[in-house]
Structures are given as C-alpha cells and as structure tokens.
C-alpha cells in the first residue's frame, strides 16, 4: 500500500502540476491529522482512501496553499442537494438521459448508510476504484464521461457521469450529484450574494475519472 511519498507524485503527475506545491499542500494536512502520519521511510504510514480525498479535495478547493486546510474543512462537508437520474425524472425528460448503472448509485448512496457528504462520496468512490468496482462500471460503459467537480466560489461540488450505452453515438446524461453548503449562515450570504458583485468569472476545478483510477490503484493492497 502506497505511502504519502508516493502519493505525492502521483498526484502531481496526474493533475499535472508541481510536485513541490502538492508536497507543500501535504504537509499542511498532515500537520493538522487531516492526513495519517506515522514514522519515516518504512514506517511511514500507509495512505487510505479518505488521506487521497483529502489531499485531492485540497488541491481542488485551496486558491492558495495556505488556504488548504481550511478547504479541506468547508468543501469535505458539504452535503448532497440533489441527484439526479433518468428514473427520477418526469418521463418528458428521460429521453435525453442515459441509464445509470446501479452500482453507481450504491457507491453514491449505499444501502443502510446515513447520507454521505462530499468528502465521504470522493473516498467512497477512490474505495470502489480500488477494488475494482467503479473501474468494472466505468468500462462497461460507451464513450463514457465522469466528472468530479468544485466551485470554489459558490462552494459546490459536482459529480457528473456521461455515456452512450444507447448507441445515439453521443454521450447522455446518466448522473448530476450536486452537493452545498450545510443549512447555516455561510450558505445564507452565499446565496444572497449577487452572482455581478464577485465579477463573472466562476473558479472551477474539475478531475476526470481517470484520476479516481490513479488513486484507487495506488493503495490497492
């Protein structure tokens, strides 16, 4: 199982960038337990799924390093909203939409488990491309598209997945997941904020599936 000196590279490889500003992102999380911590070199700690949703959440939400930790804290709570699939809605709308693979759906909201918040949904989804399940999913699709996604202004997280199992020979909608800001103060000046006042530029970072790959694959046993 990887350890963080491995993760760090990987990240960075993925995403793209240096390895030095997720190095410096890494080391803010774990000296504040957001990431498991241990020895050095062999007894360093092996990395979980949730220390690879950190560090990736981080990454994502942070606009500078120093604001990592607290994005890490905001952007792990937010709760699901809403969810949308082709069997929630009206029948006038489901042409459009692609079919959901059940499995999907279990990994969003499992059977018998409290609702997940958004950190828990990245390390649900890192768990299921570890053991093979999210990989299986995604390969039994066409032409499919996954998204994983932060607004960091708004404070939002998205998770969309496209596909195209119904041979329209383009990708339909089979997922949005939307996830806010608990009920609260903070939630109450976003949205009574005018979208002109902050200028018109929205902050986006979005991963595909392929990162939720790269992690799952790395702490596999």
Not at 129 to 158: C, K, P, S
Not at 161 to 169: P, T
């Amino acid at each position: 199982m990887a350890k963080l000196s491995d993760l760090i590279p990987a990240l960075a490889q993925v995403l793209a960038m240096p390895e030095q500003t997720v190095a410096v992102i890494a080391r803010a999380l774990r000296k504040e337990r957001l990431i498991s911590t241990g020895g050095r070199g062999p007894g360093a700690a092996k990395m979980t799924a949730e220390d690879c949703a950190r560090l990736l959440i981080a990454i994502m939400a942070a606009d500078q390093v120093k604001n990592s930790v607290a994005a890490v804290q905001n952007f792990w709570a937010l709760e699901l909203e809403e969810i949308d699939t082709k069997l929630g809605l009206p029948k006038a709308l489901q042409e459009d939409w692609a079919e959901l693979p059940e499995v999907i759906l279990d990994i969003l909201m499992p059977d018998g488990a409290e609702e997940q918040n958004f950190g828990e949904t990245v390390t649900a989804l890192i768990e299921a491309a570890r053991d093979g399940i999210l990989t299986q999913a995604m390969a039994d699709m066409d032409d499919v598209h996954f998204r994983l996604e932060i607004e960091r202004r708004f404070f939002t997280g998205h998770i969309f997945i496209q596909h195209d199992n119904a041979g329209k020979g383009y990708p339909q909608t089979a997922l949005h997941a939307q996830y806010y800001l608990p009920e609260g103060p903070e939630r109450k000046r976003i949205e009574a904020q005018s979208f002109s006042s902050g200028g018109d530029a929205m902050i986006t970072f979005a991963v595909t599936g392929r990162t939720i790959g790269v992690l799952g694959a790395l702490i596999q046993d």
